[in-house]
């Protein structure tokens, strides 16, 4: 595998479910990111890592949860979601360094996320 | 406060002709500039980026991108669209001493005709 791999690539879940998405960067970067992607709405930056360590999260509700085990791979926990958050999410990598936020990102193709 | 605004919601071209997309952003501090692709189904790849030096950028698929301080923009072109070239695009502001947020355009959707 190559670049930034998410799975699943399609989730339907109900409003009850508990379910966790995937992402794995065979980069050797040290950033990680998770985007919520909208129809119609920009990019919305969720949650940021680097060097395992959560860096920014972006006013997410409690029902999303992150998890960094380590620097490739992240996860996104969900529990108890809404309708309204059905959404493409797409996990991102980047080579951050300290003292030095070089900011080019690597993504991957998504997971397709419906919620009933 | 930061933004970008890609002031074009679509656009259509002819296969074959020139193509521009506009970018106006606002940052506090020296930004990292980039534009983004996104085919359908799939994530966003980097078309270009600029950091410092020549303002006018070159990328893969034979975009280019001109950066004007005095304007806040960052414009991408192309001389001549390929069909292959239908996608959104994004323009996105970060990096540098704002730290790790990058902000995102709502993206422009592009349409080649035969």
């Known amino acids: 595998e190559t670049g930034v791999t998410q799975t699943p690539r399609h989730l339907v879940m109900g409003m009850t479910n508990k379910k966790s998405l995937k992402c794995e960067q065979h980069?050797?970067?040290?950033?990680m990111y998770w985007y919520k992607q909208s129809a119609k709405k920009p990019l919305e930056l969720m949650f940021v890592?680097?060097?395992?360590?959560?860096?920014e999260n972006n006013s997410v509700p409690s029902r999303f949860s992150p998890e960094c085990p380590n620097s490739s791979h992240l996860f996104l926990h969900l529990h108890t979601l809404q309708p309204e958050d059905s959404a493409l999410y797409l996990c991102?990598?980047?080579?951050?360094?300290?003292?030095?936020?070089?900011?080019?990102?690597?993504f991957g193709p998504g997971t397709r996320l419906t919620v009933l | 406060a930061q933004s970008v605004t890609q002031p074009d919601i679509h656009i259509t071209v002819s296969e074959g002709a020139s193509l521009e997309l506009r970018c106006n952003y606002s940052?506090?501090?020296?930004?990292?500039l980039f534009w983004y692709v996104q085919s359908p189904g799939q994530g966003l790849q980097l078309l270009l980026k600029?950091?410092?030096?020549?303002?006018l950028v070159q990328g893969i698929k034979g975009f280019e991108a001109e950066f004007k301080r005095s304007q806040s923009s960052f414009n991408l072109r192309k001389p001549s669209v390929h069909w292959s070239d239908a996608a959104e695009y994004f323009c996105?502001?970060?990096?540098?001493?704002?730290?790790?947020?990058?902000?995102f355009g709502a993206g422009t959707r592009l349409f080649v005709k035969a």
């Open positions: 991102a990598s980047s080579q951050g360094m300290a003292g030095r936020n070089y900011n080019e990102q690597f």
């Open positions: 980069l050797g970067h040290n950033a």
């Open positions: 890592y680097n060097f395992k360590e959560q860096t």
């Open positions: 940052y506090g501090a020296t930004p990292y």
């Open positions: 600029y950091f410092s030096g020549d303002t």
């Open positions: 996105a502001v970060g990096g540098g001493t704002g730290g790790f947020k990058t902000i």
